[in-house]
């Protein structure tokens, strides 16, 4: 059972446009909600976190959304910049400090 | 800070033999993590200590692995004997806090078994 899904395996936007990506979790009690960007032969690198007592968190142009009644977060990114394409991972963590990743969108943005 | 350094970048070895993986933390991290991604699996937590003590190791998938922090910079994961499907990349993170906290990752292993 996959409690944390990404079902978009790929995103492609063009420059100066918004990107949206999306995270669906199944578990209620997960706390914490983060997403993280990785490149090619590196490791995940932390981007913007949210708390499951907000609604939405925003960092410069990256601004995550989370609806607890749907089990639904998203990440958006304005304006997208070809520097970020990358994989996207969303993770979600319980009190008890465990986090479960998604299987992470490719975000292309074209030039 | 150099960050999370893991080592080796990239290891082959071939089906039954020992391998170690290694991975210093970030100084004064008192959190270390080891996953596993796999095209199969995603990225998958195996095990994690604090302050070099293992809390929760339910995702090591069998015995033929262990990981141990013999102190508070250094972490092995080691797997033996090694198996073609334990294939894989494996990171080390690290992090101050646990519960919400980001986690640092390492740039991870790359590991073949043929």
């Known amino acids: 059972d996959q409690q944390v899904k990404q079902n978009s395996p790929s995103l492609s936007v063009q420059e100066g446009r918004i990107s949206i990506l999306n995270c669906d979790y199944t578990n209620s009690m997960f706390d914490y909600f983060l997403w993280y960007k990785k490149y090619p032969a590196e490791g995940p690198t932390f981007l913007i976190s949210?708390?499951?007592?907000?609604d939405k968190n925003e960092d410069g142009r990256f601004t995550v959304f989370l609806n607890k009644s749907a089990k639904h977060l998203s990440l958006h990114i304005v304006p997208s910049q070809p520097g970020d394409s990358a994989v996207y991972f969303c993770a979600a963590v319980t009190n008890a400090g465990k986090s479960t990743f998604g299987d992470g969108t490719t975000l292309t943005v074209k030039p | 800070d150099a960050g999370v350094i893991q080592s080796p970048r990239h290891e082959v070895t071939e089906m039954g033999q020992e391998v170690t993986l290694r991975c210093k933390p970030i100084s004064g991290h008192d959190y270390l993590f080891w996953y596993r991604q796999t095209m199969m699996r995603g990225l998958e937590l195996l095990i994690y200590?604090?302050?070099?003590?293992?809390?929760?190791d339910s995702g090591m998938p069998e015995d033929r692995f262990s990981a141990k922090m013999p102190n508070a910079s250094f972490s092995t994961l080691k797997i033996q004997p090694s198996e073609p499907r334990d294939s894989a990349v494996y990171f080390c993170?690290?992090?101050?806090?646990?519960?919400?906290?980001?986690?640092?990752f390492g740039p991870g292993t790359r590991l073949t078994v043929t």
């Open positions: 993170a690290s992090s101050p806090r646990l519960a919400g906290y980001e986690q640092y």
């Open positions: 200590f604090n302050n070099n003590v293992p809390i929760d």
């Open positions: 949210i708390s499951s007592i907000k």
